[in-house]
Nanobody, 125 residues
Framework: QLVESGGGHVQSGGHLTLSCVYSGLPSYSYQIGWFRQAPEKEREAVGC????????SYSDSVAGRFTISRDDDKNTVYLQLANLKPEDTAVYYCATDNGRFTRYCSDKTYLYDYWGQGTQVTVSS
């Protein structure tokens, strides 16, 4: 199970921290990905992290503004959003898989098997 929280409504230039609490995952589900979906748009990758190695990867649109981190003791992965823009408005999802990756992570939605319910982020100008 994956549960996101921390979404909200902020002004342009603001910041938020989203949390993804995971439970009951197979021990080999190492990659946690963050995705977002804006109205009438396809779901797109934001970034990902390997729980095994700490490897992270980000999409070009958020690199340098968003940061993914993890707290293994709390079974939580965080997505820190900074310098937010109106185009960042979307529902943000975290996801994991059935162990396809042990050291790295992917930005492909079809390589993820379990998804959270999402949390809404709205950025106004």
């Amino acid at each position: 199970q994956l549960v996101e929280s921390g979404g909200g409504h902020v002004q342009s230039g603001g910041h938020l921290t989203l949390s993804c609490v995971y439970s009951g995952l197979p021990s080999y589900s190492y990659q946690i990905g963050w995705f977002r979906q804006a109205p009438e748009k396809e779901r797109e990758a934001v970034g990902c992290i390997s729980r095994n190695t700490g490897y992270t990867s980000y999409s070009d649109s958020v690199a340098g503004r968003f940061t993914i981190s993890r707290d293994d003791d709390k079974n939580t992965v965080y997505l820190q959003l900074a310098n937010l823009k109106p185009e960042d408005t979307a529902v943000y999802y975290c996801a994991t898989d059935n162990g396809r990756f042990t050291r790295y992570c992917s930005d492909k939605t079809y390589l993820y098997d379990y998804w959270g319910q999402g949390t809404q982020v709205t950025v106004s100008s």
